[in-house]
């Protein structure tokens, strides 16, 4: 229960944590849908759904992004449009990736292994500029890549399953299109629900072009047709929570704590994807699954302290 707390009774010190806190409750929030997403994915889609499945979810989203923005989309400049709608191929990419990926491997594995993006950016941005990463971060991609082998193995010393290597996928896509906006001067400027409409958009076209290609799977509308009141949940889960609550949440969170803040409560989203697929999605990793789990888990938390600190 939330209590008003009268003037005398040292509001000024306790009124900066307390809006931090607010500040971070929603994000936090955040990272739990998009670790629960994973789940939610699996739960609803197939291998003959996933493009289906994909139109549905974003075709939902798009139209309330693009009312909502209207008059700053409308400003966006030519080459603005053009940039964006190059990410969003890339962007397209990435949750083709990630939902066939997820049909394929467990959920706990899906969100763990994608968490390897944070290792993967920086080293990347080190290649660019053609400067060598710090030992400390070096060392930290070195347990979260020991993490990941460790954690597809619970059946014993194997080949990683396909879902496992398109999920692998999907982490070094994410890396691309983090590398594109920073390289990309048009988007730079760009107002970023603009910038993030254009990009779903790109996406959707992407999805609903091979929606109508022969030998793709079901059409949105077969595959909405066989969803029942618990495919229909997992479909709004992951249009409302995960899609539009998590952007706005986003916009709003950036405005009232620190980007590095941000950063740190979304980087828990793979701990949650474990939560939700080992509690309620009822996985079992086994020892060395675990093992694995929680060196991947060391190893990004260890790398995104050693990026920030070079």
Known sequence: MVTALSPAFEAPRNAPRRAAWLADLPVLAVAVFWGGSYLAAKG???????IGV??????????????????????LTPAQLRGAGLLGLVLGGIFLLETYGVVHTSATNAGLII??????TPLAE?????????????GAAAVSVAGVVLLTQGAGFTAPSSGD????????????????????????DAD???LTTVQLGSAVLVFAVLAVLPGTGDSPWAAAADFGPAEWAGLAFLSVFCTL?????QMWAVRRTSPSRVSLLLGTEPLWAAAAGIAI??????????????LVLAGTAWGRRAANSA
């Open 126 to 138: 080190a290649a660019v500029r053609r400067t060598r990463p710090a030992a400390g971060f070096l």
């Open 44 to 50: 609803i889609t197939t291998t003959q759904t996933v």
């Open 54 to 75: 994909l139109v549905l979810r974003f075709g939902l989203v798009l139209p309330v992004l693009a009312v909502t923005g209207w008059r700053r989309l409308r400003a």
């Open 192 to 194: 970023s629900l603009s």
């Open 281 to 294: 999605g009822g996985e079992h990793l086994g020892a060395a699954g675990f093992a694995g789990a929680a």
């Open 245 to 249: 609550f998590a952007f706005f949440v």
């Open 165 to 188: 290597l398109l999920i692998l996928g999907a982490a070094l896509a994410r890396t691309a299109h983090v590398m594109f906006m920073a390289r990309i001067k048009a988007v730079q």
């Open 115 to 120: 968490s390897l993006t944070m290792i993967f």
